[in-house]
C-alpha cells in the first residue's frame, strides 16, 4: 500500500522506534480498510490560531466510531501523524478547565510558546481538545470550561475524579510539568517500552500477512534462511513456536490490550476473511501509559 513500508526492509521500520503506545494504536488503525476508506472522505475543517501558529481542527462527529477526535489521513505515519485519541481510549487524558489570565501570572500558560508540539480540536458540544506532542511523546488534556483561546495567557485548574485511574493522571500532570518548565519531554517521565522493538517486529509481520507472504517467507526476513532451514518441517506451528513469527489462530481481544494474533500478542488479524476489519478497529483499545513505576500504571 502507498505510504506504508515495504516489510521486506526492517530499515524501513526504524522511524518508529521510539513511538508510544498512542502512536503503535495508530500503526495498526492507518492500515485498517475500513478506516481508510473512512479518512479518505473526511470533511474536518483545519483552522489557525489568530497568529497561525498552530491548526486547530474541528470536532468529526465520524472519526468517534474510530476512537479519535480527528480523522488523521492513513498515509501519515505516527511521528508525523496528529492523533487526538479520545478519553474513553486513553486513560491518561486530564480534564480541566481554562480560565484568562495575565501573562504575569506564575502559572500562566502561554500556548503560543509551545506552538510547533500543539495541536487543538473545538468540540463545540465537549470543549477543547489538546494534545502536545513531537510525534514520539504525548500528553492529552481536554478543556471542559472555558478556552485555551480566550486570551494570551491562561490558567489550568485540573479535575481528578475518583480513584480508579488517578496514579495515570497524575503522572500525566507530571509530565505537563516537566514540559511546561522545559519545553521539552522530559525523558525520566517517558521511558522506553522495553518490548518496543518487537511490537514494531510484529507490526512488520502484519504488513507481509497482508501482502500474502507466507510464513516460512515471513520468517526468512526476520531470522534467516539457515534456522528456518533447521525449524521448518512443513506446517507454519512449527515455525510459530520456534520463532514466535505468527499464528494462524487469532487471540480474543482483551480491554486494554492492543488486538493480536501474533505472537507476543501484538499484530491484529491478517488481512482479509472475516472479522478482519472489526479486529483491527479494536486495536486502538491500548493501556496507558507503558510501565513506568507508578503503581498501577503499567501497560
Not at 505510504?3 to 518508529?16: C, I, K, T, V
Not at 470550561?145 to 494570551?152: I, K, T
Not at 496514579?167 to 510539568?177: E, H, K, Q, S, W
Not at 525449524?231 to 505468527?246: E, Y
Request: aromatic fraction near 8%; proline fraction near 8%.
Amino acid at each position: 500500500m502507498a505510504g506504508f513500508p515495504d516489510w521486506r526492509d526492517a530499515a524501513a521500520y526504524q522511524a518508529l522506534i521510539g513511538i508510544d503506545r498512542a502512536g503503535l494504536a495508530w500503526e495498526w488503525l492507518r492500515r485498517d480498510p475500513a478506516y481508510r476508506q473512512a479518512a479518505g472522505g473526511r470533511q474536518t475543517t483545519i483552522e489557525v490560531d489568530r497568529a497561525g501558529a498552530f491548526p486547530i481542527l474541528a470536532q468529526d462527529a465520524v472519526a468517534a466510531a474510530w476512537g479519535l477526535h480527528f480523522r488523521e489521513r492513513p498515509e501519515q505515519p505516527a511521528p508525523q501523524a496528529r492523533l487526538v485519541w479520545r478519553s474513553g481510549f486513553d486513560r491518561g487524558v486530564v480534564a480541566a478547565r481554562a480560565e484568562r489570565t495575565s501573562p504575569r501570572d506564575p502559572d500562566a500558560v502561554c500556548l503560543r510558546r509551545y506552538a510547533p508540539w500543539v495541536t487543538l480540536v473545538r468540540d463545540p458540544a465537549a470543549g477543547e481538545h489538546l494534545v502536545l506532542s513531537d510525534g514520539y511523546h504525548r500528553i492529552r488534556v481536554d478543556i471542559i470550561e472555558g478556552s485555551l483561546l480566550a486570551g494570551e495567557a491562561i490558567r489550568l485548574h485540573y479535575i481528578l475524579p475518583g480513584l480508579a485511574h488517578l496514579d495515570i493522571r497524575l503522572f500525566t500532570l507530571r509530565r505537563l510539568l516537566g514540559f511546561w518548565r522545559h519545553r521539552r519531554f522530559l525523558r525520566a517521565l517517558f521511558p522506553p517500552s522495553p518490548d518496543l522493538p518487537r511490537r514494531i517486529e510484529a507490526l512488520r509481520v502484519g504488513d507481509a500477512r497482508a501482502a500474502g507472504a507466507s510464513y516460512r517467507d515471513i520468517a526468512i526476513a526476520l531470522v534467516g534462511e539457515a534456522r528456518v532451514r533447521a525449524a521448518w518441517n512443513g506446517h507454519p506451528i512449527s515455525l510459530c513456536r520456534a520463532f514466535g513469527v505468527a499464528s494462524p489462530k487469532r487471540v480474543k481481544c482483551r480491554p486494554g490490550a492492543i488486538v493480536c494474533c501474533c505472537r507476543p500478542s501484538l499484530a491484529p488479524p491478517p488481512s482479509g476473511g472475516a472479522g478482519a476489519d472489526a479486529g483491527l478497529r479494536a486495536a486502538v483499545f491500548w493501556a496507558w501509559p507503558p510501565a513506568t513505576g507508578v503503581g498501577g500504571a503499567s501497560g
